[in-house]
């Protein structure tokens, strides 16, 4: 079953406009949610992880239970921000991790 | 610190082969988990070791296996290879717990003919 879904496989937005990244999650336990981002020709890094309820670079994700959602948000998108984003999920006791299929924010000037 | 190595950067097999891939965590890092990337989409998880114990596996078949070392390099072995495992396999270090994140290494690209 699918456990991380990312519906946008592209999303492109002009420099300043504000973008969301969404990411739905299926998972019956408690999650441990991560952004990831791989930026042009560089390796995939952590972005950020909801436990530590932290701002990255501008952007914000906030865990909705309700929704089952954790969607990637930034006020104002820069260009430098172009690259491809990956929602990820952590199993309880950590024995598996799942990736979603990721989405390529392109941000135009 | 170099952050997690994986070698060889790239390799070209034939279906019915076997490969060894390799990957050094980062220092202190006991944690070491396997991901299959095929094009287009995101890292699939294979396995996860820790303290030279698998912890976890993704669903691939038994053709697939991987061991920890005592200094905490793994090894990822792929048997009897098919033209379905071309892909990007990706080595990603922790300390281990679930909250931690994951450093990732540039991966081998495996190519099969």
């Known amino acids: 079953a699918q456990r991380v879904t990312q519906p946008e496989k592209l999303l492109s937005v002009f420099k300043g406009a504000p973008v969301e990244l969404k990411c739905n999650y299926s998972?019956?336990?408690?999650?441990?949610l991560f952004w990831y981002v791989q930026y042009s020709r560089q390796r995939l890094q952590l972005l950020l992880r909801?436990?530590s309820r932290e701002s990255i670079k501008g952007f914000t994700a906030d865990l909705n239970k309700g929704e089952t959602s954790f969607h990637l948000k930034k006020p104002f998108a820069q260009e430098e921000d172009s690259a491809m984003y990956y929602c990820a999920l952590g199993e309880y006791n950590f024995n598996k991790f799942y990736f979603g299929s990721g989405t390529k924010l392109n941000v135009k000037p | 610190d170099a952050g997690v190595t994986q070698s060889p950067t790239h390799l070209i097999k034939t279906r019915g082969q076997q490969v060894t891939l390799r990957c050094s965590p980062i220092?202190?890092?006991?944690?070491v988990s396997w991901y299959q990337q095929v094009l287009g989409q995101g890292p699939q998880f294979i396995f996860q070791y820790y303290e030279k114990e698998e912890r976890g596996r993704g669903n691939f078949p038994d053709r697939f296996s991987a061991r920890q070392f005592p200094n905490y390099s793994s090894e990822l072995n792929v048997n009897a290879l098919l033209l379905g495992d071309s892909a990007l396999y990706l080595c990603?270090?922790?300390?281990?717990?679930?909250?931690?994140?994951?450093?990732f290494g540039d991966g081998t690209r495996l190519s099969i003919l």
């Open positions: 990603a270090s922790s300390l281990g717990s679930r909250d931690q994140p994951q450093h």
């Open positions: 220092s202190g890092h006991k944690s």
């Open positions: 909801h436990i």
């Open positions: 998972y019956s336990g408690s999650p441990e």
